[in-house]
């Protein structure tokens, strides 16, 4: 079975800063991992997606995540931040073996101050 | 292209009564799934169909729940009869990829009140 903790519940954060959103998964097989964005009173968006090669991958709206095998963690960053970033982020993980089956994390609210 | 829709945005009803949510998936998708988010807790998969048929059921919380996809477009997922616990928002998503590495495009929601 798989699991994923998204350590921050709530992350503040003022316009133009740098943020990180942590994301730590528990599996004993191999999973994609994925970040997911939902804004006010729409469906989830997919940000970006690990499957394998690079550990460092990009995705839309200057959003990148590093995939870290050895700590098991797929952590999402971006180096300077909108207000319209503000919205919640969820972490997920599908098993490798498995038909597209999402396991998600808490979810993560990012509120981005002026 | 249109994306997931779903039916109603919201629905507030007393308990033992019956609801009926509905997915119209992208059109094309043969996946289509099933998620729910009771409040301050994480978005859980409760089923997935290839086309008509169910490959995994494992969410789905009892056998109150019934979910179903006609000709492999639409899917619809009926609560008889519900119970409070059963309040939350509803996800559907739908996804070209046979396998755990494609996208799945989401719909908006459906929120659900038990009263």
């Known amino acids: 079975a798989q699991s994923v903790t998204q350590l921050d519940s709530q992350v503040p954060v003022f316009e133009e800063a740098p943020v990180e959103l942590r994301c730590n998964y528990s599996s004993s097989v191999s999973v994609y991992l994925f970040w997911y964005v939902q804004y006010p009173n729409q469906g989830l968006q997919l940000l970006l997606k690990y499957l394998s090669g690079s550990t460092l991958v990009k995705g839309i709206n200057g959003f990148e995540a590093e995939f870290n095998k050895s700590q098991t963690s797929f952590h999402l960053r971006k180096p300077s931040v909108h207000i319209s970033d503000t919205a919640e982020y969820f972490c997920a993980v599908s098993d490798m073996r498995n038909t597209g089956k999402l396991i998600f994390g808490q979810g993560t609210t990012l509120q981005v101050k002026p | 292209e249109a994306g997931v829709t779903q039916f109603p945005s919201h629905s507030v009803i007393e308990k033992g009564q019956t609801v009926t949510l509905r997915c119209d998936p992208i059109?094309?998708?043969?996946?289509l799934y099933w998620y729910r988010r009771v409040m301050g807790k994480e978005i859980k998969f409760l089923l997935h169909?290839?086309?008509?048929?169910?490959?995994?059921e494992s969410g789905m919380p009892n056998n109150r729940f019934l979910a179903e996809r006609t000709g492999g477009t639409y899917s619809t997922l009926k609560v008889q009869p519900a119970e409070l616990e059963d309040s939350g928002v509803y996800f559907c998503?739908?996804?070209?990829?046979?396998?755990?590495?494609?996208?799945?495009?989401f719909g908006p929601g459906t929120r659900l009140t038990v009263t």
């Open positions: 998503a739908s996804s070209q990829d046979p396998a755990g590495f494609g996208e799945q495009y």
């Open positions: 059109s094309g998708h043969d996946n």
């Open positions: 169909f290839v086309k008509e048929s169910k490959q995994d």
